[in-house]
């Protein structure tokens, strides 16, 4: 029997090192991978590279920017008919939103987008992860370090790419209560970007949701509290597949 395809979706500047733990965990049950939006600068673009080789049946969670794509990867599916249909088993989205561009928005990431165009890429890990963090994991330097090196295994071009990606995109308020799947919602309890309420208001619009708070964690809580967010992967791995009816 296969084993069922589980992608994992990284954030803005990411890679597989922000799941390097879950990856670990839900390989036990699944085929996982971990695409890198590395040379897009489109949220949709990002989500038809992973639609074109994902099979007939597959699980998204997205993470921050990931959990934009895979609302995007949610429009596919809803939108896919025929023969070549393609259903989404189980879906979970953590440290996320559906919002469009805010006020203020654009010029906060040309500052960060500027200073790498000047100083290079450390510049923008210097200034983007501290505030990411829960306040108890700002002085990890372990964590910092793994981190940074992430940040730096990108370009200063994949860097304006997902930004152009981020700017451009649409609101998606209104495909959530369209989502029949599950939705998972995880996130980090002091997520100053993403924050727990955000998710409540997801949560409100979403025909069947789950919200998981993940204590003593920031925006990046994959890597500040990987045992915490396996568990409940490992819970959501486990739940019954969605089976489309068409």
Same mark, same amino acid.
């Given at each position: ?16 090192? @922000? ?5 670990s ?8 991978? +971990? ?18 080789? /994902? ?5 998204? +969670? ?6 934009? @794509? ?9 939108g ?6 393609? &259903?989404?088993e ?7 939103g559906?919002? !469009? @561009? ?45 981190? &940074? ?10 860097f ?12 998606r308020?209104?495909?959530? !209560? ?19 309420s ?5 949560q409100?619009?979403? !025909? ?19 045992? /915490? ?18």
């Amino acid at each position: 029997m296969n084993r069922p395809v589980v992608y994992l979706l990284p954030g803005l500047m990411c890679d597989e090192g @922000v799941w390097s733990a879950q990856r670990s965990a839900l390989s036990r049950y699944a085929d996982v991978r +971990v695409p890198v939006f590395r040379g897009h600068d489109s949220l949709a673009g990002m989500a038809a590279a992973v639609w074109r080789e /994902a099979p007939a049946r597959f699980s998204v +969670v997205g993470h921050s920017m990931g959990g934009r @794509v895979a609302f995007e990867l949610m429009v596919l599916a809803l939108g896919n008919v025929g023969a070549q249909r393609k &259903t989404i088993e189980r879906f979970a989205v953590m440290d996320t939103g559906v919002h !469009p @561009v805010q006020d203020g928005e654009p010029v906060k990431r040309q500052l960060l987008l500027d200073a790498a165009e000047r100083k290079g890429l450390q510049a923008v890990a210097d200034s983007w992860i501290l505030p990411m963090l829960h306040p108890e994991r700002r002085s990890d330097l372990a964590l910092i370090g793994q981190i &940074t090196a992430m940040i730096l295994r990108n370009s200063v071009a994949d860097f304006r790419g997902q930004v152009a990606a981020l700017l451009a995109r649409q609101g998606r308020q209104g495909l959530l !209560p369209r989502i029949k799947q599950k939705v998972w919602l995880l996130c980090g309890d002091a997520d100053g970007w993403s924050p727990v309420s955000q998710h409540r208001d997801m949560q409100q619009l979403l !025909p069947r949701a789950e919200l998981r708070v993940i204590a003593n964690a920031g925006h990046m809580c994959t890597m500040e509290q990987p045992e /915490a967010v396996n568990d409940a992967l490992l819970e959501w791995m486990h739940e019954p597949a969605f089976q489309d009816s068409h």
